[in-house]
């Protein structure tokens, strides 16, 4: 099915075109289902594209994407932010503010599968005039953890602010295959892990199939294997401060599944409906046992 592009799209497309002509080829690549937005730089640096991505198999794609109040660097193969992950980490960022959470030692957070490290980079951007804050990135792609550190430094963070490490959390040994310095106990965990079941992964539309990495789509066969290695993960003892919040984005329909894992590992749950009206985000907290 052809895809529409928005106006705004249109408008980016129109601004990156050197010509009328390439701006006729984008249209017509953007209506066959390529996606519409990322970078179109090739050896100047970045591009300011918002989401614009044109395929060229001779180009290195690399554009910048706002998040929030940053500009952050992406380009394949590490997964574009969406504006559905942006909308509820600025939520999450509002609930918290560091300076009143009494603590002895910086504000802790850990991003499970951290892409462009939009996620930290976001909080920590928000958080660290209130408060001391470290945050710690994962991913098993080295070209996320690399992206992540760039970004880091772009967005003014030192690396003892933010620090983007390879990692893999399904692994038995997590987090104990990290450096020392990244060790629990962590008081804010993020995760936009991969979601999507294996079915719906092979009728994915061409214009995300085929731009975006499939290891950072790809959820397992049922789309919750991500779900249950942080649920294990963050049930373990020691691993969370107490009171500290679990925030997880979710697919369309995975509130349920993932609430239910959530619960048997020990944590409540609020789900977080998001500006387009869907279940988003699980926010966890453990149980506090009375008595
Ligand atoms: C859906 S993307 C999210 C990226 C970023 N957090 C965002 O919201 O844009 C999932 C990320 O998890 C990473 N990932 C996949 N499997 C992983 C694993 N076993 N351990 C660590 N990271 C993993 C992928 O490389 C990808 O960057």
Sequence with gaps: MPVRPSLQEIRWLSSAAKSPAQFRSFLRRSF????????????????????????????????SQPFHELHLRVHQPVLIPRPETEEWAIRLSELLVPSKLALSRPLSILDLGTGTGCIPLLLCHVWRPKGQVRAHGIDINPAAV???????????????????????????????????????????????????????????????????????????????????????????????????????????NQADAVRNIMHASGFNTQVWVDAWGKERTIIARRFVRVG
């Design 146 to 252: 690399e992206l992540a550190n760039e970004n880091g430094a772009a967005c003014g963070l030192s690396p003892d602010t933010f620090k983007a490490v390879q990692g893999n959390f399904l692994a038995p040994n997590f987090p104990g295959n990290l450096p020392e310095n990244i060790a629990p106990p962590f008081d804010i965990v993020t995760s936009n892990p991969p979601y999507i079941p294996l079915d719906e992964y092979r009728e994915l539309p061409a214009s995300v199939a085929r731009y975006e990495d499939r290891g950072a789509l790809l959820g397992g066969p049922t789309g919750l294997e991500f779900y249950r290695a942080i649920a294990r993960l963050t049930a373990k003892k020691g691993f969370l401060s107490p009171g500290a919040v679990v925030a997880l984005e979710i697919g369309y």
């Design 32 to 63: 066959r289902g390529e996606p519409l937005a990322v970078g179109l730089s090739v050896s100047s640096g970045f591009v300011h594209s918002g989401l614009i991505y044109i395929h060229t198999s001779t180009v290195v794609l690399t554009g």
